[in-house]
């Protein structure tokens, strides 16, 4: 993955990777009644794949640390993910109203920001839309609440997709 030069395909990545750890934290089929995000807190780890524009692939490490409010309506996350080309620091707080929830997010490495809004149209699935300065991403993600599945697609990014796997530590 090129690191000089790439002014969206890292800010693209950054927005995208907390966004796809934050939504598949647990599955929500008894938490609505007490807020989406109650079965969220806790640290997850896990690794996947990037494609690039080009083809080119790169391998990825996460690390996800996610505190829940106390209705669980509100979301907050701090992750970090690292390849041997790159490494990226998000934050985001998300909050919920049914089966939609809204926030932000910034990468402390780029100091790059954008919303995020997404909705779950059934327990344990996820999509979501993050945008920012010149890109946007679509997330799609399950969970069964031990192991969370992700697919990103980036457009006006240098990253085509990526794919990550992630467990409950």
């Known amino acids: 993955m090129r690191v000089n030069g790439d002014r969206f395909g890292l800010r693209g990545l950054a927005a995208a990777l907390p966004l796809a750890a934050l939504l598949t934290g647990a599955s929500l089929a008894p938490a609505f009644a007490a807020g989406p995000f109650t079965g969220f807190p806790g640290e997850w780890t896990g690794s996947g794949d990037i494609t ?3 083809g080119s692939h790169d391998r990825i490490k996460c690390k996800a640390s996610y505190s829940v409010g106390p209705s669980g309506q509100a979301l907050n996350i701090n ?3 690292a390849s041997d ?3 990226v620091n998000i934050i985001a707080n998300v909050v919920a109203q049914g ?3 809204s926030g932000t997010w910034r990468e402390t ?12 149209p059934a327990p344990g699935q996820y ?8 890109f946007g991403i679509e997330l799609a993600a399950s969970s069964n609440g031990h192991q969370q599945a992700i697919t990103i697609v ?7 997709n990526v794919k990550i796997t992630l467990r409950k530590a």
């Open 52 to 54: 690039m524009s080009d």
């Open 79 to 81: 992750v970090n993910c």
């Open 109 to 120: 490495t780029r100091q790059v920001d954008g919303d995020v809004s997404g909705r779950v």
């Open 99 to 101: 089966e939609n929830f």
């Open 127 to 134: 999509q979501a839309s993050l945008k920012g300065t010149g």
């Open 154 to 160: 980036s457009q006006g990014t240098d990253v085509q």
């Open 85 to 87: 080309s790159y490494r």
